[in-house]
């Protein structure tokens, strides 16, 4: 049946913090930067659909609109 032990219980391995701070850190600084790509993206896509702009220009947008956003979000 059930075994009843008197000692101490295994919790598991103690909690490694700073690299779990490190893991952190790198999840919210992909979704930061990988949600400025999403946005640049679409405003660049829209820009060379909808308007006369071209491929080149809306190419152009897409680096300016990424470069601006990484300094603004450092």
Known sequence: MAEHHNGPVELGAPMDYPEHEK???LFIGGAKYGT???VALLIAMAAGFFTSAGFFS???LLI??????FFALR
């Open 23 to 25: 893991t952190y850190d």
């Open 36 to 38: 400025l790509f999403c």
């Open 58 to 60: 809306s190419l152009l």
């Open 64 to 69: 300016i609109l990424n470069v601006v956003g």
